[in-house]
Structures are given as C-alpha cells and as structure tokens.
C-alpha cells in the first residue's frame, strides 16, 4: 500500500492495481505523527501494512492494516475504496484489557 496526498483524487482510500492508496493524513491522525513523519517512517520500514481481503459475509471488502511501534490502525473499505470502519487503538492497551486482573 502506498500513501498520497487526497487531493490526488478527493477521496481519503482509492483502489490501484496493486491494491490501494492511502491519504498519509489518515495514517498521521492514528498514530499521532505529522504527516512527514509518517511519509519517512514508511520509507524505512518501520511503518509495517498489511492487506485483508473480506470472505464470506464480509466478500466485497478489504481491510486496510497498520502497525506502528505498539500501535494498530484499521481501516475497512469496500471495492471502491469507502471508508466503512476504522479502528486504531494500543496493543498494550489490548492486552490489559484482556488480563485476568482487567476489571469487568
């Protein structure tokens, strides 16, 4: 997946041949970064992504995923590239939530 600025094509997740492209500044807002930052951390590496295709009763959608140090961002789309869902949260806050010593 590659990032782009939005107003490339005046929407924040456009479909490619090879996938889709992302508006850096949805990336930014979820890890909390400025949009440079996230362009440089893409380019080394250290901004990894990985892409999902729906099965089943999820057929017709993609979801988008990225990892960043402890963070996750998700973003679910359907073939067009419509933002569906997105969700971005801390994996360490993840694992506390499901210790045994979690409230409930």
Do not use: W, Y
Not at 62 to 83: C, M, Q, S
Request: charged share 30%; glycine share 6%; proline share 4%.
């Amino acid at each position: 997946m590659h990032t782009r600025n939005p107003a490339e094509t005046g929407k924040p997740i456009t479909r490619t041949d090879q996938g889709f492209d992302i508006d850096v500044g949805l990336l930014a807002e979820a890890f909390a970064l400025d949009v440079e930052e996230v362009r440089t951390l893409m380019r080394q590496g250290e901004i990894k992504s990985r892409l999902e295709r729906g099965q089943d009763r999820d057929a017709g959608t993609f979801r988008l995923v990225f990892f960043h140090h402890d963070r996750r961002a998700t973003f679910v789309v359907d073939e067009e590239g419509h933002l569906l869902r997105r969700t971005c949260f801390t994996l360490t806050d993840l694992a506390a939530a499901h210790s045994p010593r979690a409230p409930q």
